[in-house]
């Protein structure tokens, strides 16, 4: 994905609502259901109430899930940049910085160039594995560790891989279509409901509709930002983290 498509996505977000509001009120205001919707005078405000609780709580738990995976997504980041930092660290301590250094860097560049989001993200995620491997291998092979930094070094290697996993993991963890079309619907009914509350008064239903479109508009685009955290908060990870911690060695 890339960010062009991840800015379309955001549009499309924004424009949803405000397409069915027009909808709505072009239905409205002419055409065969027209005299129908003005005949519905009476519909009290609670009506309104039931709809919008329905969407307010199916687009907090929505909006919840995707913060919370790019939260996830953020720890997965400085667990691997954490991990290379830690490995570099045992590195120098135990005299082998021209062993392992080079490795690390082989691996952040192996894993900067991954696409998370791309269908052929095959080989270049198994270039990372290979170099979080040959990381592996070099450690259990080096001479002249002591017991205790090397067990300290394995496991952080293995935590290394394990980072990497749950990033790409996360990554591909978008949201189900089923979640978006139910957002959209929930939230056109609750337009609809509005329209109905004040059908006797135009101009009072167009305010109502019109900043009620403005906030499904943004629930959307909060969504749809926090959905795809590697293309959008977190567009330049890890390698912005993998080459600051190793800048920093």
């Not at 400085?78 to 830690?86: K, M, N, S």
């Not at 002249?144 to 090397?150: E, H, L, V, W, Y």
């Not at 509005?194 to 008064?201: A, E, F, K, S």
């Not at 305010?207 to 330049?236: H, K, Q």
Request: overall charge neutral; proline content about 4%.
């Amino acid at each position: 994905m890339s960010l062009a498509t991840s800015l379309t996505d955001v549009v499309i977000s924004a424009l949803l609502p405000v397409a069915s509001a027009s909808l709505i009120f072009l239905a409205e205001a002419k055409g065969p259901l027209s005299g129908p919707i003005r005949k519905t005078r009476g519909i009290v405000a609670p009506y309104f109430g039931s709809v919008a609780i329905l969407f307010g709580l199916f687009a907090a738990l929505l909006a919840s899930d995707v913060w919370q995976k790019t939260n996830e997504a953020k720890r997965a980041v400085l667990a691997e940049a954490h991990a290379v930092e830690t490995l570099g660290y045992f590195a120098r301590a135990n005299g082998l910085e021209e062993l392992i250094f080079p490795r690390l860097k082989a691996y952040a560049k192996a894993a900067s160039a991954e696409d998370p989001y791309s269908s052929a993200i095959g080989p270049s995620r198994n270039e990372t594995d290979k170099a979080a491997l040959d990381i592996l291998t070099t450690v259990s092979q080096a001479y002249g560790i002591d017991a205790p930094s090397r067990a300290a070094m394995l496991t952080i290697a293995r935590e290394l891989l394990r980072a990497h996993d749950n990033r790409l993991s996360l990554a591909n963890d978008v949201t189900a279509p089923i979640k978006w079309v139910a957002i959209v619907v929930l939230g056109a009914l609750t337009q609809i409901a509005l329209l109905l509350v004040h059908v006797d008064n135009q101009r009072a239903m167009r305010v109502a509709v019109g900043l009620f479109t403005v906030a499904f508009a943004f629930c959307l685009v909060v969504v749809t930002i926090f959905d795809v955290p590697f293309d959008t908060i977190l567009r330049n990870e890890p390698a912005a983290s993998l080459n600051f911690t190793l800048g920093s060695l």
